[in-house]
């Protein structure tokens, strides 16, 4: 009986994480903002712009992604959906969220 309830336990925490992992909550600096989701290489970001200053949200369920990985596709979907180059210097962030300066033309 122990052992079903480990796998129930755990079940349940994989589906919450799943769900959770789809959320596209912005910060609070960033509500309001415009949202534009955009997809790289079978990742989802929802990418929102307040002047040169852009939030990143991964919303694709992945396993264990590469943050390296994550942040060179999180910088091509700033650059589709803002047209804006990113500052190297102004970019930050985890598997997740990633926080960008951007210049744009």
Known sequence: MLGQSISFGRLACVSLLVALSACD??????????ATRVSVDGTEF???????EV???RTSA?????????LTKAV???Q???GCRVDPDGFDGDHNIILARVYCP
């Open 76 to 78: 091509l979907a700033i």
């Open 55 to 57: 939030e990143v949200i």
């Open 80 to 82: 589709h959906a803002t």
């Open 62 to 70: 992945e396993y264990r992604p590469r943050k390296s990985e994550v």
């Open 25 to 34: 909550s912005p910060s609070p600096r960033f509500m309001g903002a415009p």
């Open 46 to 52: 929802t990418v929102r712009q307040l002047g040169n």
